[in-house]
DNA sequence: CGCAACGATGTAATCGATTGCAAAAGAGGA
DNA sequence: TCCTCTTTTGCAATCGATTACATCGTTGCG
């Protein structure tokens, strides 16, 4: 910012109008004159006159952009959903800012994000964030508008836009036992996660439903990485009583299992099948290409975009209201019937 | 911001002070005695007081935040770029928006980033901007700092992060031409980028040096997707006289094309070899595991966004300095010796 | 003892756009 | 022609923090 810009002022001059014309010339065309506007356009076109948001939002008391806080940037889980609210937020002239939560200072920051005047409002990916971040400015301070997405806060009414996961978990069981699958196995994601919770309680449901047993053997700690999916295969190497099938709470893990099964000699669906959660892009081009519950990301990222810009405006319902998302059974071939017996 | 928050007056007010004192109690304590410090600081402790960035930025003439211009924000390839950004970034307090440059308004939004004071300085990972955008502002209007990082413009002197993409495309041939591979193919990028260029050259030069050929037809249209990764496959498969080996310019490409492969019946890769480039994190869990160039992209988007705090804050080289990180061979199971006659 | 120099603080102008209020300009109507 | 009502415009205050410049003590040194 260092040589000056074109303000306001001398587009007027140029113009031969007020400053208070032009500024309505072009925020609200509709209290000016035709002929005016047509001037004052013609008078921005000629200095090159650009807006100064920091001097708007300044007066409108206003920050001018929205923020999402995002658990991990690096997993492109989000980046789906991060595009579908770029797209939604465009038209509104709201900056997108990102920011993530499990970053070195994010603390403060978020506080700093949260409290005031950075943010018109934020969506937030990551419902395990410090409840005094989440719950902040209650007292004193003005708090924005907050939409979940995918997660939420349990008790908590405030907006989110999320997925039926113990659905979504039924009909993962529903399809592996329709196979003649009966000794089913789940790998979980991160202890306390929201989706964690009730993709597993979704399971435990299901296969209740369906009179199977309940092995809590069979039920493998993971994180939503490829990495532990590969780790959760070698648990299920080592076991014994192996279930022949196994439903993951994420295609990243569903990757991980098979890729560490394969490597180990097992064949998927041959030796076991394999059911993931979330289809990812990929998830259609694995070896074997992956049966999967397909949640709406893009989707998703842009009914949470257009709730909070409902939100800001005060347009639309009081707040509070929870959209939740279709999701549905996509079967690859990454599932089968299942092995006379149960390999070793 | 409907209720009114403490600003700085408040806080003048309760340490009984003038406003200028707290203002450089925050942002220069070094010009306040220390007990005055200690006052300022317990009333804003008091007041609940933040900054309204607004404010500060319309006075100091300057944005607070920086632009990171992406292709495609639903590609994971850029997710741990933007991580590297946003880590490096965290501490310099600038906010980090995020635009789509395939975005419905790309155009005029993009030139609205640019122009001014919606951004301090702006990440550029798309090299294939229309011109007039990126040389924009060279007129009457001012321009902020611009970092590209991963593409780069031919010819133009700005700062840039970069890899030694020629040098990573010899990597792979040179791995398959030791594994006895003469024939080989390549599937690249979408035309007219930078990246594809120089991969596409790299290989042709690696070729060349081994004194190979360099058969036209064997060098597959693509765009870095998992689909045309996949329609790569099926031109393969179309061939009569195929090649052994074909390096994939993305890691995506490389596996869709071994997918689509291994739903043909082809072996991966006892039939034909394959190298990705990148190392996207799930090269390593693939069905076979990929072969492929890592590049360091939480690196780059480190590099960049400390690059670009430099220029804005006019510390270090004066501009233009190119930095090019390393790149490397990974090799895991997708490539091995040719088979003894090319399949059919 | 007196003056220069320095450090700490206060005063007030400033950044650029928006908007409440009032004045001016039309538009009808009697 | 005069008066009321509506539409367009302009004036000037305002948003909240920063910072150039001025002020007021202090300290140091000749």
Redo the contacts with the bound molecule.
Sequence with gaps: MTK?????????EAA?????????????P????????AIVLKAVEATG????????N????QAGGIVVLVPNLANPFFAQILSGIATAMAPSGYNVLIADTRQADAGSSMLDYLHN?RADGLIVLDAGLPEEVLSAGQGRAFQPPIVFACEWLEGDDRASVTIDNAYGARLAIDHLVALGHRRIGHVMGPPDNILTLTRAQGTRAALAAHGLAVREGWFFAGDFSLGSGAAAAQRWLAMDDRPTAVFCASDAMAGGFVGALHRAGVRVPGDVSVVGFDDIEIAAHLVPALTTIAQPRRLIGETAAQKLLDLIRKTGQPGGVRDVLPVELVVRESTGVPARRSPR
Tied chains: 1, 2.
């Design positions: 000056r810009f074109p303000k306001i002022r001398d587009v007027a031969g109008v007020s400053t208070a014309t032009v500024s309505r010339a072009l925020s609200a509709e209290m000016v004159s035709r002929d005016t506007r006159y650009r807006m100064n948001h920091a001097a708007r300044l007066r409108r008391r005047n």
